[in-house]
């Protein structure tokens, strides 16, 4: 008699086993039809098999990820520019981008972000391309062209009128955001049209070659950092991809969905979203590097690198600075880099080194307390004249 | 800013503070104790926002795609 699916799941659901295994279990059971006794027999076995699986513990699971990344690793282009096939925008990969990844750096040497759009605006491209104009920084050099005329000690302006409407912008906004930023002379042409006039308040030839240079650098619409923001239309809604990466400043605006924008800046992702968003974007970010390269390196060994990047609640690169700096042995930290300086300033502490880990007891060529060094075998010898 | 709940994210997995009954479980199946655990800074996005003051325990549920959900705890610290 098959059971019913009500039985199969009682039995399955409190078996300390992860959910995908569970879930897929009860699926199999109920598809396949089986009785009581398959069942626990099924069962058995899938417990049987699940801990033979398992890692053990004191497993060096360490030394495993760092070989199972590693291996692949030396397999990837050094390369360091690919168009990633997103929206013509430069992205790092390769090995490049893996280092970066592993050394927790500040900022990515090519930041990008992926703006999802809320309802409303996802589905119109007219709506879109408003969004894109409010975060991609505009610089005077886009609305128009600027002229040193240096007969009457002035920069004069000629914005273009089609850009202006297109971009939502005011002859008016930009002599005030000009005037703000710089603290100089800002006038609206009284004979041409769209033509601003801008004197330094010294007329010095100095000052009017650096104001040529500085107004140049002033943002007058959008997001500082942002150099360009591509839309792109994927499945069915519009997306917007943006060179450079300003995070905080873009989940400000009306229209972006807050809940699935997405940055490749970790450091950013951290101060934005928390730790668990950082070792999940660590993880994503390494899976996605390695991935594009055709390599298949286990997730398991990312996601290990990732929690020991991110266990002390701030993201920490594997390295001097990080990971390998902090280890409480001096034998294990003069062993990664920077070794004199370990050894003379534990000299000059009177620091003490217990052995008890992988590193220390190699350097010092002792067994290490693992695998086979970590049996000792005990046997009674027999005494002579009895019989074993 | 608008007023989103950014436990609703995408790459955030739920967060809840752990009573203390709970940590006791946790703590005697590890057999560790608190100090032990991995931590989470009380300066962070997350532990404002469910309120989780220092010392408490935060159980974290996270989407794994090797395990389906992995429970993971952080104990918040300055």
């Not at chain 1, 890692?55 to 168009?83: K, L, N």
């Not at chain 1, 930009?174 to 033509?195: C, P």
């Not at chain 2, 009573?19 to 560790?32: F, S």
């Amino acid at each position: 008699m098959t059971l019913s699916e009500a039985t199969i799941n009682s039995m399955v659901d409190d078996l300390p086993l992860p959910q995908n295994m569970v879930n897929t279990l009860k699926e199999d059971a109920i598809k396949a039809g089986v009785t009581k006794k398959e069942l626990e027999e099924i069962i058995q076995q899938v417990m049987d098999n699940y801990g033979y699986a398992c890692v053990e513990p004191c497993e060096a699971v360490g030394v495993v990820s760092a070989q199972s990344i590693g291996e692949p690793g030396t397999q990837m282009t050094m390369r360091t520019f690919h168009y990633a096939g997103v929206a013509e925008i430069n992205v790092t990969l390769g090995l490049p981008r893996l280092i970066e990844i592993v050394d927790a750096r500040k900022t990515p040497s090519t930041p990008m972000m992926t703006v999802a759009l809320e309802e409303g605006y996802s589905d119109s491209r007219d709506e879109a391309r408003k969004l894109a104009w409010q975060i991609e920084a505009t610089h005077i050099g886009h609305l128009g062209d600027v002229t040193t005329d240096l007969a009457q000690m002035q920069l004069v302006v000629d914005l273009h009128e089609k850009t202006l409407t297109q971009r939502d912008i005011s002859v008016d906004g930009i002599a005030g955001i000009i005037r703000d930023k710089l603290n100089v002379l800002v006038k609206i042409s009284e004979e041409v049209d769209y033509q601003i006039i801008i004197q330094p308040n010294q007329p010095s030839y100095r000052e009017l070659l650096q104001l040529a240079k500085n107004i140049h650098n002033v943002t007058l619409k959008g997001i500082e950092g942002i150099k360009r923001v591509v839309i792109r239309k994927d499945s069915d809604e519009y997306t917007l991809y943006t060179e450079g990466s300003e995070l905080n400043e873009v989940l400000k605006i009306d229209g972006v969905d807050v809940t699935r924008t997405y940055t490749n800046n970790i450091a950013e992702i951290y101060e934005v979203f928390g730790i668990e968003a950082a070792r999940n974007a660590l993880v994503k970010e390494a899976m996605d590097t390695l991935s594009e390269q055709g390599l298949n390196v286990d997730i398991r060994h990312i996601m290990l690198v990732a929690d020991i990047m991110t266990c002390d609640g701030e993201v920490k690169q594997i390295g001097r600075h990080g990971i390998s700096g902090e280890k409480a042995s001096v034998f294990a930290r003069a062993a990664f880099e920077v070794t004199v300086n370990h050894l003379l300033d534990a000299g000059i502490r009177g620091d003490v080194d217990e052995l008890n880990g992988v590193t220390e007891n190699i350097i010092i060529g002792q067994p290490i307390k693992l695998g086979t060094g970590d049996v000792h075998l005990v046997a009674t010898k027999p005494v002579k004249g009895e019989s074993v | 800013m608008r007023n989103i709940s950014l436990l609703d994210h995408e790459l955030i997995p739920k967060h809840e503070i752990l009573a203390t009954d709970e940590l006791q479980t946790v703590l005697n199946h590890y057999q560790i104790d608190k100090e032990q655990l991995p931590k989470i800074k009380s300066s962070d996005p997350i532990i404002q926002e469910i309120g989780a003051l220092e010392g408490d325990v935060v159980k974290i549920i996270r989407k794994s795609q090797t395990a389906g959900e992995g429970l993971y705890y952080r104990l918040v610290i300055k």
